[in-house]
């Protein structure tokens, strides 16, 4: 059964790659002379090395409740303090009413706004769509298949 | 000497705390070239390569104790090791802030001037094309193509449908076939 697979992985690919079938499969990447043979020794280095040094020094402390509960209410005193202190800081736009966007233009001044950008803000032809690349099939063919998206029900749904 | 003790045995005598270190280095020496070269196509460079394979056997020696015994002890090595290999390029890549285009062309350069590739014109084609791919295509690709893994081991380890890994490998080979057709 084995056999019967390679055979049939091996007609798909003449079948579907030629050029790519005809080429040998060899390994042209060269390695280190002796490198597998000290390899696992090397390993073996890092791996006491790393046991040695979590076995001097460790953390393991800090992550007792005893001691993370006071630093984390502390933590919230500090943060809650910090933002209740400065409430404007945190306004945004979005926040302010109308009556009060007029108030501060009435006190402060109105901006003055360049013709010209306000001619470019409503012109036909700002287009942003210019600025968007355009996907190639390919990258959207990719971009499936990396998704797993089923090609054949979006087909079927289109 | 490796190919004495099967996968289970060796687990079995790692489960001794007193004698670990021989069943491992005898895992390790076992599966050691399989994965290295796993990696080293995804990566190309030798020291990058060795790099994510110590950190993968250091990792499978943390995790070694809760393994079980009746899985698939060199799937889940291949899937620690594609794991190791997609974090480290997916670092590379934000280290430096490298879009994904930028990241492929980067690795293609670093291939050219990799002296360490002994191919002839073709093999090289080949090896710059495989560049060509997005990364999953690019494992799928070499897991079936130089690995000959079967499609339902490849799925286990990048856990992905069999029908997915079909179409990526059809379409990774079309691609590299039009690039090695091109002058």
Known sequence: ?158 | MAEKYSDRELLEQFKSEDSRHFPFNTIVRKHQEKLYWHIRRMVLDHDDADDILQNTWIKTWKGLDNFRADANLYTWLYRIATNETITFLNKKKKRFFVPISDAVHELASDFESDNSFTGDEIQRKLQQAILTLPEKQRLVFNMKYFEEMKYTQMSEILDTSVGALKASYHHAIKKIEQKLKQD
């Open chain 1, 1 to 158: 059964m084995n056999k019967q697979n390679e055979i049939s992985d091996l007609e798909e690919l003449k079948k579907m790659a030629p050029t790519l079938s005809s080429l040998k499969k060899e390994n042209h990447f060269s390695v280190p002379s002796n490198y597998f043979d000290e390899f696992p020794m090397k390993v073996k280095s890092k791996i006491d090395a790393e046991e040695n040094a979590s076995s001097s020094f460790s953390f393991a402390w800090l992550f007792n409740y005893k001691v993370l509960t006071p630093i984390a209410v502390c933590a919230i005193i500090i943060l809650g303090t910090l933002l209740l202190n400065n409430p404007a800081e945190n306004l945004t736009l979005e926040e302010l009413t109308a009556y009060e966007i007029e108030q501060s233009l009435e006190y402060y001044g109105y901006p003055s706004v360049d013709d010209g950008f306000l001619a470019v803000l409503y012109s036909e032809d700002n287009n942003d769509s210019e600025d968007q690349e355009e996907l190639s099939e390919e990258e959207i063919v990719n971009y499936l298949l990396e998704e797993e998206v089923d090609v054949s029900q979006l087909y079927y749904e289109l």
